[in-house]
């Protein structure tokens, strides 16, 4: 059986894992599903239709699949998908979608320290860190392993590459490419630091950094011409580097254009 508070209120369409923890005074709304292993330490509630995988964390007053806060929203049922070993801290929100076909889904891993926001049909990818404040607002995309800064804000359908990371109190309107930091509205510099400390190989690095010279420090040509150029005059291993290949591709699918 769960280990569940007398004070708890768990609405009878709910489906709870037998190991599941649920604290005093927390709140489980109908047709929501708890994974194996979920802790909810107190005062957190959640509502649905939601599905949360393995090993979820919730700390106090997180509130988590409650309806979106899209005006356009007419009631009907909407979805959050939630994976495995995510951590939501204090005052953590995150809407479902707006419409019965989109939904919002977080994957596995991710940290969302105090106060942070992710918005209806929001997609997180695994081992994002969304620190204290930070928001995304409807339909952003955060990619693996990026990391959003304190107080960060997120304009409507922005991408967050994977590995990036975004300066805190930086407001951010277009897309920031992959293995990038972005800081107060412009792209600052490849994210050294972080590619050392998961890994990446010295030549992937140095291609990476070959790609953000040709691509984003040359501000006299538009970034159609900088890609064209790299792609016909670059040198051929940085180019072909996959990580490079990753970059090209991001920036060729962007709506919004991207932060330079």
Not at 82 to 106: A, L, W
Not at 126 to 154: K, P, R
Request: glycine share 10%.
């Amino acid at each position: 059986m769960a280990d569940i508070h007398p004070t708890a209120i768990i609405d009878s369409t709910a489906e709870i894992a037998e190991d599941v923890k649920i604290g005093p005074y927390c709140v489980i709304g109908p047709h929501v599903k708890l994974g194996s292993g979920c802790v909810l330490h107190n005062h957190v509630v959640l509502g649905g239709p939601s599905t949360f995988g393995k090993n979820n964390e919730f700390f106090p007053f997180s509130v988590i699949g409650l309806k979106t806060q899209d005006l356009k929203y007419k009631e009907e049922p909407t979805y959050l998908e939630v994976g495995d070993n995510n951590v939501f801290r204090e005052n953590c929100n995150i809407n479902r979608g707006t419409t019965p076909e989109t939904k919002t889904v977080i994957g596995n891993n991710n940290l969302f320290l105090i106060n942070s926001h992710c918005g209806h049909e929001v997609h997180v990818g695994n081992n994002v860190i969304m620190s204290g404040f930070a928001a995304a607002a409807g339909h952003c995309t955060i990619s693996d392993w990026a990391i959003i800064g304190g107080c960060a804000a997120l304009h409507q359908f922005v991408r967050i590459g994977e590995h990036a990371m975004v300066g805190g109190a930086s407001r951010v309107t277009q897309d920031v490419a992959p293995y990038m930091i972005a800081e107060g509205g412009l792209l600052r510099s490849v994210n050294t630091i972080g590619l050392q400390r998961r890994g990446f190989a010295d030549d992937d690095i140095r291609a990476i950094k070959y790609a953000y010279r040709k691509l984003f420090l040359d501000k006299k040509s538009n970034m159609t011409i900088n890609i064209e150029t790299l792609l016909a005059e670059g040198d051929a291993k940085h180019v072909q580097n996959p990580h490079v290949q990753r970059i090209l591709q991001f920036l060729k699918e962007s709506e919004r254009g991207f932060l330079h």
